[in-house]
């Protein structure tokens, strides 16, 4: 097969000449609906393809991808001749876009001959937003038009041809255009938009769900902008902060003055999250702002600052980008390597220097800068140091800078290098394996998961995600019984995308790898109520290692999933018991007070039976917990018993006297002296005569425990009252001398 080749669009306005929506005299038939709106070039940023027919006219291409998205039916795409079924084209957006409709003129229409001579779609399968359609196409020469119901709300739409109709030897599958339209409302197409919104919106204020939120945020795109604007509070900076990152990252032009009226907030970090979103909806007017705020912070906010310049692409930052490079901090330099792009052509002018220093970081960081910038000047030098670098180092930064243009032109000089002897290089090729994509590399990624170096194998995991559901069972694999953890932890974060289901994520939850149990319980907590059920089940029925993981994902959730665990708690293991009754005790929830009440009963195990009251003690007041806890004297365990009597002294359970004055004569000293400090906290004068009795005893010869008849003074004295007096003066003549301060203390 010949080489493959992904065009990337160059500029925008090389790329699509005419809008997507133009008409032409093929679109009578099939107008757009009064609730539809076409789709512009302006909202396509690259059109990519599987490959491109090297068929000619004149020394011409004719079939390059860009022809589907040029406003022209007398230009085409084709596929290489041999690629029928499995070729794909793919166009890439600004932003979520909705689309309800694709139209195309199949084939190559220039002329009859061009037409019978190329692959024309028979069935195609749309990919985007996490979901996949399967259509069913006629073979018609002219415009054809599919709905999409209901519709797709996607960062970009793959179409990948699964049969044609007719002989490919021009090219395997040919369109000639390819045009969307989408719903003029969104919300009209998507009844429960607004609730989603709303619901995304209130997890922004929430530890533990911002995440989620924000992620649901930027799927659903420009909608959200309005709601988002609508939320901000001033009087709450935390969420005004969090509502306006939200916003920049959506990058919608609209909701710049909503940032820029907080740029006065008393709020520093306010008004930093507004700069940085400022720089990210690309608004130059406010350039002057930016660069004071990245010339007068450290740290964090300097780099928080550079990341808004590097996304505004105003020219007049190039110097401190370029300079960045190579003596920023990290999250600079990597900042300046994805953005760079930004800048366009002066980008290419700007790295020159550094292309040509004699410091080979200098040139490494310039060569996976490039990547960014979508320029044949750039595409031309990065091929140049891959054939022609001899340091691996270099070789590697151009592996990168291709790697993430995407450039299938370099696939096959890239994959060769998979067991180079250089560690850098083979990590790059595995990182670049994954942007390129491409099912036959599976085997080789495979491999690279065991190399002797864990970077490797890292980035190899990490790569396999791109790869699709061919993968998925090998990153099972490798989630699970990985050779080390961080390798496990860059699997599971391949398999575990946005998209995963709660069945995949408790597979992942039986890790042998403790850091990705972790991770996979926190997916869990995002997936609503099938995932905190899955975690209560691990929590009464999984492994003691699942469980682990999730009774912190529960702990963080908060007292909301009580009621769902103490209903499935009765049958867990002892194990899981002692767990679910430290939540309990976590949350002071009432609602646990009977299932810690039959477990101090029923438990066989002695912590079960003291984490029970412990459980009691936080969760009841102190007349629901006074029973339970004064039966707990009587348990066999000194542990259990302790625990009850520090609750009741902590509780100061008046009711509770006599059965604490009975354990002053219980032979573990442990017990008599929490007896003896409990006494003293609950106050009550009938626990003298018991305290007395107790001094006395432990003055004589044969039971001498200064430290404990030291307890007791403390604890009479706290009683009070004239009967304690005969202790106390009794205490002031005791043989040693702290039990003589500590009633010095009481009386005076």
Same mark, same amino acid.
């Given at each position: ?331 600079? @330099? ?5 953005? &760079? =792009?930004?800048? +366009? $052509?002066? !980008?290419? /002018? #700007?790295?020159?220097? %550094? *292309? ?117 069972? @090998? ?5 699970? &019984? =990985?050779?080390? +953890? $961080?390798? !496990?932890? /860059? #699997?599971?974060?391949? %398999? *575990? ?133 004064? /039966? #707990? ?116």
């Amino acid at each position: 097969m010949a080489t493959k080749i992904k065009t990337l669009g160059t500029t925008l306005g090389t790329l699509l000449a005419a809008t997507l929506g133009t008409a032409a005299a093929a679109d009578a038939p099939n107008p757009l609906r009064a609730d539809q709106i076409a789709l512009g070039r302006e909202r396509v940023i690259r059109v990519e393809a599987s490959s491109t027919s090297a068929a000619a006219e004149s020394g011409r291409a004719l079939y390059r991808a860009a022809n589907v998205a040029d406003g022209r039916d007398w230009s085409a795409w084709g596929s290489v001749p041999d690629e029928t079924s499995g070729a794909w084209l793919k166009l890439v957006f600004q932003k979520v876009e909705y689309v309800d409709r694709f139209e195309f003129v199949p084939g190559d229409a220039r002329e009859t001959t061009a037409f019978n001579h190329c692959g024309r779609p028979g069935r195609v399968r749309v990919e985007g937003g996490g979901e996949s359609r399967t259509y069913d196409l006629p073979d018609r020469r002219w415009q054809q038009v599919v709905a999409i119901e209901p519709p797709m709300a996607a960062n970009s739409l793959k179409f990948t041809f699964e049969t044609v109709h007719g002989k490919a030897e021009l090219g395997g599958v040919c369109l000639s255009e390819m045009k969307l339209a989408g719903p003029a409302d969104p919300f009209a197409a998507f009844p429960d938009l607004s609730k989603r919104i709303d619901e995304a919106v209130s997890y922004l204020s929430d530890d533990q769900r911002f995440a989620q939120g924000r992620r649901a945020l930027v799927a659903i795109g420009p909608p959200a902008v309005s709601r988002l604007i609508a939320a901000i509070h001033p009087e709450n900076p935390h969420l005004t902060a969090r509502l306006l990152h939200v916003l920049g990252e959506l990058g919608d032009p609209s909701a710049i003055h909503a940032a820029a009226t907080q740029l006065r907030h008393k709020d520093p970090a306010v008004r930093d999250a507004a700069l940085w979103s400022l720089g990210a909806m690309g608004s130059v007017a406010h350039y002057d702002a930016l660069r004071r705020w990245f010339d007068q912070t450290a740290g964090k906010a300097r780099d928080q600052a550079f990341d808004a310049l590097v996304r505004l692409g105003d020219d007049r930052a190039l110097d401190v980008v370029v300079s960045e490079l190579v003596g920023g901090s990290p999250e600079r @330099r990597e900042s300046a390597e994805r953005h &760079l =792009g930004q800048f +366009g $052509a002066a !980008a290419v /002018a #700007a790295l020159r220097p %550094l *292309l040509d220093s004699t410091v080979r970081a200098e040139r490494a960081a310039a060569l996976r800068a490039l990547g960014s910038v979508d320029l044949p000047d750039a595409q031309s030098i990065l091929m140049a140091n891959l054939s022609g670098a001899t340091d691996s180092e270099l070789r590697a930064a151009a592996i990168y800078g291709l790697a993430r243009r995407a450039d299938l032109s370099a696939h096959d000089a890239i994959a060769t290098l998979w067991d180079s002897r250089y560690l850098v290089e083979r990590q790059a090729v595995a990182y670049a394996l994954g942007q390129f994509a491409q099912p036959e590399d599976l085997e080789t990624l495979d491999l690279l998961t065991t190399d002797v170096s864990m970077s490797v194998r890292q980035a190899a995991a990490a790569a396999m995600g791109a790869l699709g559901e061919a993968a998925r069972p @090998r990153l099972r694999r490798l989630s699970t &019984l =990985g050779p080390d +953890g $961080a390798t !496990a932890f /860059a #699997a599971a974060k391949a %398999l *575990l995308t946005a998209d995963a289901g709660t069945d995949e994520i408790i597979l992942v939850l039986g890790s042998r790898h403790r850091e990705v149990r972790h991770f996979a319980a926190a997916q869990l907590a995002e997936h609503g109520v099938l995932g905190q059920t899955a975690l209560i089940d691990a929590t009464v029925a999984g492994s003691d290692a699942a469980r682990e993981s999730a009774v912190g994902q529960l702990r963080k959730l908060g007292p909301q999933v009580l009621p769902a665990l103490l209903e499935k708690a009765p049958g867990a293991r002892e194990a899981a018991q002692a767990d679910v009754l430290r939540l309990s005790a976590a949350f002071k929830e009432p609602i646990a007070l009977p299932h810690a009440v039959r477990q101090l009963t029923d438990a066989q195990d002695l912590v079960v039976r003291r984490l029970a009251v412990e459980a009691i003690s936080a969760c009841g007041d102190a007349d629901s917990a006074a029973t339970a806890l004064i /039966a #707990a004297l009587d348990d066999k365990a000194v542990e259990v018993r302790l625990a009850a009597i520090h609750a009741l002294g902590q509780k100061r359970i008046a009711v509770a006297t006599s059965a604490l004055v009975a354990q002053l004569d219980h032979p573990s000293r442990e017990v008599t002296r929490a007896a003896v400090l409990a006494l003293g906290q609950i106050r009550e004068q009938s626990a003298l005569d018991g305290l007395a009795a107790l001094f006395h005893a432990k003055q004589g010869l044969d039971q001498d425990d200064p430290m404990l008849r030291q307890d007791i003074v403390a604890s009479v004295g706290r009683i009070g009252g004239d009967r304690s007096l005969p202790v106390l003066m009794d205490a002031m003549a005791d043989r040693d001398v702290r039990v003589r301060f500590a009633a010095q203390d009481v009386l005076y």
